[in-house]
Every structure is written in structure tokens, then in C-alpha cells.
């Protein structure tokens, strides 16, 4: 520590967007990795968005710059590099780096799953005994740097030691390897104050989730240990996404200047609580008057809070007045105070003035990422005052789910004399490669440079051709493609009242790959039929069934913005009813599959286990008022994507889809251990979709057996992990060419397992 801390700056981010305004850096990523540009022309494109972001902050008077929030790929993959944390075998690739992102032909990548309750997927790092932990500060010193040589002196972001190793592979049991980590913190810590940096961001957003005494114990020895490190900049710890809880009095109680709080999703009791008992000589912190906080006493004494009163997860204006009330009882509890974003920017577009097409009356209750930093300096330079804060929303009791199917063994009756499937029947998750030839139309036709007519016909020929590659291929349930979609959510929202979409809002979701979430602004309802002219025109195509497919409610309303003057679970339920429509209009054109996908049905679950019963309990409630309409002889399928499925088994069973298909193959058949009791039909996964990598048959059989090691054979659905639109169809037709292979290598035994 130098002898005196530079103050904390007054307003600051937890970090901003990376993308780029116009995906500046999703076309440099995806032009290196097709060989079209080089690794310097990567690095030039990166230089020139953290430039352009820093310059922009500081235009907006924003005084604390974040940096090292930039990635390549992902903040958890480059924490990882920064570590020394590379798994051996990727060590020998062209690009170790994108090896472990994406894989390679000979190499599957990592894994990769959500952050926290987000739409961000993060690389799952592999932490073992044998991990030889390195420190490679490279990125972080580059980044201040540069920022420096610009004129801009900046505060590097970097994971936090507990995070990192309980978001690892091995989650908690990797906290064993806590010490040689920290081993690596400290020296960047020294690296840091070497370079002159004042302060150093750790996130810890691990900690807003329940913690074992073993957990919260390795919070208190690791902030002990980096505290006590001699040369270093100030330590500031910031815990988006939720409340800290019982890891606030943890943290406090150890050396760190500074904590950050996610004051829109947490509370302010906890720091009361902790203010009170840190004052008993001084009375309770209550009677001071605002600006007279208790500095110099209690656990909070010389230490700033960050206040993360502005919302890095929504996109409406920030409310004067529960902001002001915040920061006037952190201000009462505390020494010293800074306003913050409750968490990183990544999560929002970027500028609200790139949306010209939105209606006057929804703009201006918008804020996107510039928006909301112009917010932050804004409360950082208010009086203090202290209005009452907004009352939050009160719901109706969550409608009941209507009941109309029959028990599962009648409708799988019906369905088998329908349908008439094979044993171990193969299908896949519902899109296609969306071509460039594709994506390019869609451009044109909302640019105007091509008729509606011509989109169609376009659209038609892409539903043929998959519908021609699989028959060729010898798939059992075939599917239209998806070419109509932009996106599976954002598609939707473009049919329903009540949502608007935006031209340029685009967000990082992983590597290059974006979306636009719509803005669900008012009473969800559906003005007509969506996909069923699609449905029918695919199964005009052929005789085998081709599946009908939707959106489900959670998914539709957890990937887009979503208003904040009702429950969620009240609009979860209005967006039921318009999927309930269409899932009747598709059934009425005589479509015999249909599924509802609820890839998000996960995400959404709270991070602390008091919330998820009863979170769970409406969200199924919601699934089956969407599907529940349907006659026992149509088969209701769900899809699901993320690697930690066994957590919500139950809910999952409780959805009561006739087939589910689940990611299987990239999270390492873990699911596999808890599907026993699973009562339906179940197609774990076989191969990552995500990888450009293309399986081999002989992979594909072994994990089948592996399947029919869980599952009786008359439940099992082969199946990829996921949709096929990021993929070309080239490896579309190879992958799927060896997955129909080892299922009908599986078939052809006489007792398959
Ligand atoms: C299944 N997943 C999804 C998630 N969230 C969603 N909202 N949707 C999902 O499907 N979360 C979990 C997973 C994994 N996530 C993703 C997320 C995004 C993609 C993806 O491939 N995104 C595309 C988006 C491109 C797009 O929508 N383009 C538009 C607009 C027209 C356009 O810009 N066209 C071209 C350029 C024009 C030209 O002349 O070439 C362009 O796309 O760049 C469209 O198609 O209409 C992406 O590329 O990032 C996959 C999985
Ligand atoms: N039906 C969608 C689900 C993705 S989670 C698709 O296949 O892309
Ligand atoms: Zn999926």
C-alpha cells in the first residue's frame, strides 16, 4: 500500500461492452477465425474499442475507468490465462486461447455455461491438483498501458480468487488449491502497484449466493492474505447480481478499501446491521443525520462503499428517488461513498440514440450503457436527499396450471400408435445454419433493398433444403429449419403485442455471438397465428413428422428486457397465454410434435436457495398452462440447454413434456448420474454444438451406451446438444451423418445396452 490510498473516484462502472456499438468486434473475431485476417488485425480492432470506450467514459465524466474488462472471448477464460491455469493438452495448439474457447478438430473446448443469472455464457476453467498456477499479467499491464498512453489512468478488473476456483470445473473442492492462487494474486497485486495503479477491482459475484462457513471462511483467509500483501494498489471488491448477505460482515472484517454492492437486486439491511453492531458506542446508526456516517468506527470504518444504484441489468431510466434513498442510508451507515452500476454494463446495449426507429414515449424510459453512465455521475454529483423510495409491484396469486392431459403412459400410447418411431429415434433441436445468404436477406429486407415476397420464397427454398438433408440423412422427427428467425426469442417478440425490438441493441451472449433482447413494455398478447404457415408448409415437404416449434414463456421473457411494474411471474403467465394460442393453432393444422423450448428455465432460478421453490413452482406453472392444451396424441417436446440440469431435475419432470432434449455431451454426460428416476422420454445431447468440431461415429455409440446405461432404451431420444444455427452445413451434415450412424448401430443389436 502506498502511505496514502488515492480516494476512491466519486462515480465509477463495474465494467461496459465489449462487442463493440456495431459488433465491430464480433466480425474481427469471426474474419480471424475463418483465416480472412490476422492476429494483428484482431489486436488493432480490440485496441480500437477500449480506446473508443475509455474516451467515451471520460466524455461522459465518469471518473473511475475501469480496464481489463475487454476480452477476445471471455473475462473468466482470460482470468484463467492470467493464472497460468491452461489445461496441458491445449498447451501445443496454434491458439491456445481460442483451443480452449472453441475447440479445435482434435480438441473439444471447455466447457461453457451461464453467468450466474444471466445470459452470458462464461468457459468453465479446470482447476486440479496438478494445475501449476503462473502469473501472466500481460493483458491487464497492456490494458493500463495503453489507457495510460492515452491519458487515462484506470483501475484493471480482474475475477476474484474464490470465484474463480468455485466457478471452475470443481466447484467448491477446488477451493483447495485457494493458497497457490493467491500465491498468483498477490504478485499481480505487486505487478499492479509496480505499473503505479491506485486501485485493483476483484469480483466476487460468488458471494451473493448461499455459502457454506468452509466458503466464507476462504473469503476472510484470502482478503487477509491480499490485505497484508505490502506494496499494492487500493483492493476494491465488488459483489454484482444479488445481495452479499453473511459474506458482507466476512469481507468488511478484512483489509479491503472498498466493497460494491448491488444495491438493485440487494437490500440495505445488511449494511444497517452492520453499521449498528459496529457502533455500539455511538448509538444506533439510524440517529446520525445523513453525510455523518460512523467513518473512523465499527467494520466499515475507513473503508468506501460502492453503491450500485444503477441498474446494469435493465434497461429503464434509473427512478430518482429509490436511487437517492439508497445512497442516503449507505451514506448514513458509512464513511465514505461512490456511485456505482450494480454490475458490469456488458448486459445492456449501448447507446439509446442508436434506436431511431423506437416509439418517442419508450425511448425516453430507456437507458442502455451510455445512458446509464451519464446516471451514475449525475448521483454522484446530487445533494444528498432522501424521497421515499417506489413501492415494489404487487401481484395476483400465480393462476393454477390447467390440467388437461391425460397421465403420461396414455399419451405415449396415443403417440406411439401415431407416430410410429423406431426404437432410439433421432431428431435434432430445431435450427438449421442460418446461412449467411440468410442473415444478409434479413439485412436487405429491413433495409428495404429486398420485397417480402423475396424474403419468403428465400425462407421456403432453406426450409427444403433442411428438410431434404435430413430425410437424406435418415432422421426419425424431422424439423423446419428455423430460417425465419432472427433470433428464437427475438422472433417472437416481433409477433406479440406488448414488446418492442431494437435496431443496433445488440449484447454479448458468448465469443462473438450476440442478441438483441426485446423490450417487453406493456400487456403481452398475441394479435394472430406466428409459426403455423411455416409448420404447414414444412410438413408438406415430406411424410415424416416434422415438429412444430416454440418459444416457451420463462425463455421468452428471461432473454428480454422486461417491464418492472408488474411480477415477473405476472408476465411470465401473460406470455403463457399467447404461447398456449399457438401451440392450439398448431395442433388444429394437424402438426403432431410440438415442442416448447425452456432454455432458460435455469437461469432464472435465484441464487440463494430461500427463492427457488417457489420460483420454480410458477415457472412450471407457467410450461404447462403454455402446453397443456394439447390432446394426449400430440406429443409435447421440451428443450433445454445448460450443463448443470441435475440441480432442477424435478422441475424439469414436473414440466411433464412427453421428450425432453437436453445438453448432454459438452457438460460431460454429467446429467447422465441423476436422470434415473427421470418418468419420460429423455435425449441427452450427443454431440456439442457449439464447437465447430465434428464428432466421429464411434464417439457418438459410446455415449449412447453410456445413455443405455441410465435410461431404459424405450425412452431415449438421440439427439444433438443443441440447435444447429451457428454451425455450417457442412459440419451440420457430417455430425448428424455419425449421429444417425451410432444410433442405428445401437438399433441394430439385438437388446440395445
Ligand atoms: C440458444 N441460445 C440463445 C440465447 N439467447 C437468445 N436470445 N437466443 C438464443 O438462441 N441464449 C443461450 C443460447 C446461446 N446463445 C446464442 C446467442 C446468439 C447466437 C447467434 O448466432 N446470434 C447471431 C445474431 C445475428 C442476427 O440476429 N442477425 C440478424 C440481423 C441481420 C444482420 O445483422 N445480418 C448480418 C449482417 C448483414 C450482412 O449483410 O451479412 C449479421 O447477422 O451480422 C438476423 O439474422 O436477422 C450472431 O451472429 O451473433 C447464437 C447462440
Ligand atoms: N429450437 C432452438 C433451441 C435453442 S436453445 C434451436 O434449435 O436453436
Ligand atoms: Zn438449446
Redesign the pocket.
Known amino acids: 500500500m502506498p502511505a496514502v490510498q488515492p480516494a476512491f473516484p466519486r462515480s465509477t462502472v463495474l465494467g461496459y461492452p465489449r462487442i463493440g456499438p456495431r459488433?465491430e468486434l464480433?466480425?474481427a473475431l469471426?474474419s480471424y477465425w475463418e483465416g480472412r485476417s490476422s492476429r494483428q488485425e484482431l489486436d488493432r480492432v480490440g485496441a480500437g474499442l477500449r480506446e473508443r470506450t475509455w474516451r467515451r467514459l471520460a466524455e461522459l465524466g465518469l471518473e473511475g475507468l475501469p480496464s481489463n474488462t475487454f476480452s477476445l472471448y471471455d473475462h473468466v477464460l482470460d482470468t484463467a490465462v492470467l493464472l497460468g491455469a491452461v489445461p496441458e493438452r491445449y498447451r501445443r495448439a496454434e491458439d491456445p486461447y481460442f483451443a480452449m474457447a472453441r475447440g479445435t478438430q482434435g480438441l473439444a473446448p471447455l466447457r461453457m455455461t451461464?453467468w450466474f443469472d444471466t445470459?452470458y455464457?462464461y468457459i468453465v476453467p479446470e482447476v486440479g491438483p496438478e494445475t501449476v498456477f503462473a502469473l501472466d499479467a500481460a493483458k491487464p499491464l497492456a490494458e493500463v498501458r495503453q489507457a495510460r498512453a492515452l491519458g487515462f489512468e484506470t483501475r484493471p478488473v480482474v475475477v476474484g480468487p474464490v470465484t474463480f476456483l468455485l466457478l471452475s470445473e470443481r466447484g467448491a473442492a477446488a477451493l483447495d488449491r485457494l493458497d497457490d492462487v493467491l500465491d498468483c494474486y498477490a504478485e499481480l497485486l505487486g505487478v499492479l502497484a509496480a505499473e503505479g495503479v491506485a486501485w485493483v477491482q476483484l469480483d466476487e459475484p460468488a458471494l451473493v449466493a448461499d455459502r457454506t462457513a468452509g466458503e466464507l471462511a476462504a473469503v476472510r483467509r484470502a482478503y487477509e492474505r491480499l490485505g497484508a500483501v505490502a506494496e499494492r494498489p487500493g483492493l476494491f471488491v465488488a459483489a454484482p447480481y444479488g445481495d452479499l448477505g453473511e459474506a458482507l460482515p466476512v469481507l468488511a472484517a478484512t483489509p479491503v478499501e472498498a466493497i460494491g454492492l448491488d444495491l438493485v437486486r440487494g437490500g440495505l439491511d445488511g449494511l444497517a446491521a452492520l453499521a449498528g453492531a459496529g457502533s455500539a458506542d455511538g448509538g444506533p446508526a439510524g440517529e446520525r443525520s445523513a453525510g455523518e456516517g460512523p467513518a473512523g468506527r465499527g467494520p466499515l470504518a475507513g473503508k468506501t462503499v460502492v453503491a450500485g444504484v444503477v441498474s446494469g441489468r435493465e434497461v429503464w431510466r434509473t427512478e430518482p428517488g429509490r436511487a437517492a434513498y439508497a445512497l442516503r442510508v449507505v451514506r448514513e451507515h458509512t464513511g465514505d461513498v461512490a456511485v456505482s452500476t450494480s454490475c458490469s454494463l456488458l448486459h445492456v446495449p449501448y447507446d439509446v440514440a442508436a434506436e431511431p426507429d423506437l416509439v418517442p414515449e419508450l425511448r425516453a424510459r430507456l437507458a442502455f450503457a451510455e445512458q446509464k453512465v451519464a446516471e451514475v455521475v449525475e448521483l454522484a454529483h446530487a445533494a444528498p436527499s432522501g424521497p421515499a423510495v417506489a413501492p415494489e409491484p404487487v401481484g395476483a396469486p400465480a393462476p393454477v396450471a390447467a390440467g388437461e392431459r391425460g397421465p403420461y403412459e396414455v399419451r405415449a400410447a396415443a403417440q406411439a400408435e401415431r407416430l410410429r418411431l423406431p426404437l432410439l429415434p433421432t431428431t435434432t433441436i430445431g435450427?438449421f445454419p442460418?446461412t449467411?445468404e440468410?442473415?444478409?436477406a434479413?439485412?436487405?429486407l429491413?433495409a428495404g433493398t429486398l420485397t417480402e415476397a423475396a424474403y419468403e420464397d428465400l425462407v421456403r427454398a432453406e426450409i427444403e433444403r433442411a428438410i431434404r438433408t435430413q430425410e437424406r440423412l435418415g432422421l426419425d422427427v424431422l424439423v423446419h429449419g428455423e430460417p425465419e428467425?432472427?433470433?428464437?426469442?427475438?422472433y417472437f417478440a416481433e409477433h406479440l403485442d406488448g414488446f418492442a425490438v431494437t435496431r443496433n441493441g445488440?449484447v454479448q451472449?458468448?465469443g462473438?455471438?450476440?442478441?438483441?433482447?426485446p423490450i417487453l413494455h406493456g400487456d403481452v398478447s398475441r394479435p394472430g397465428p406466428i409459426t403455423v404457415r411455416w409448420a404447414r408448409h414444412a410438413q408438406s415437404l415430406t411424410d415424416k413428422p416434422v415438429k412444430g416449434m416454440l418459444t416457451g414463456p420463462v425463455?421468452i421473457v428471461a432473454?428480454s428486457f422486461v417491464r418492472a411494474d408488474l411480477p415477473l411471474r405476472d408476465v411470465v403467465f401473460q406470455v403463457a397465454d399467447a404461447v398456449r394460442e399457438e401451440v392450439r393453432d398448431l395442433e388444429a393444422a394437424g402438426v403432431p410434435i410440438i415442442q416448447v423450448?425452456e432454455?432458460?428455465l435455469r437461469e432464472l432460478l435465484p441464487l440463494r436457495r430461500a427463492g427457488q421453490a417457489g420460483y420454480l413452482e410458477w415457472a412450471v406453472a407457467a410450461y404447462r398452462r403454455a402446453t397443456s392444451g394439447a390432446a394426449d396424441g400430440t406429443q409435447i417436446h421440451t428443450h433445454l440447454?445448460y450443463s448443470d440440469a441435475d440441480q432442477i431435475l424435478a422441475a424439469i419432470d414436473g414440466l411433464d413434456a412427453d421428450v425432453t432434449t437436453i445438453e448432454s455431451a459438452r457438460s460431460g454426460g454429467r446429467i447422465l448420474g441423476a436422470v434415473g428416476g427421470f418418468g419420460r422420454g429423455l435425449g441427452p445431447g450427443v454431440y456439442d454444438i457449439?464447437s465447430p468440431r465434428v464428432p466421429g461415429t464411434d464417439e457418438i455409440e459410446e455415449l449412447l451406451r453410456e445413455t443405455l446405461k441410465a435410461l431404459p432404451a424405450g425412452r431415449v431420444w438421440v439427439n444433438p446438444d443443441?440447435?444447429l444455427?451457428?454451425r455450417t452445413y457442412e459440419q451440420v451434415e457430417a455430425a448428424l451423418g455419425a449421429m444417425v450412424a451410432g444410433a442405428r448401430r445401437l438399433r441394430a443389436e439385438p437388446s440395445p445396452a
Open positions: 459488433r464480433k466480425r469471426e451461464k445470459n455464457h435450427s442460418q449467411g440468410l442473415r444478409a434479413r439485412a436487405a429491413a428467425r432472427n433470433d428464437m426469442v427475438q445488440w451472449s458468448y462473438s455471438r450476440c442478441t438483441r433482447p425463455t432473454w423450448d432454455p432458460a440447454c457449439h443443441c440447435g444455427k451457428t
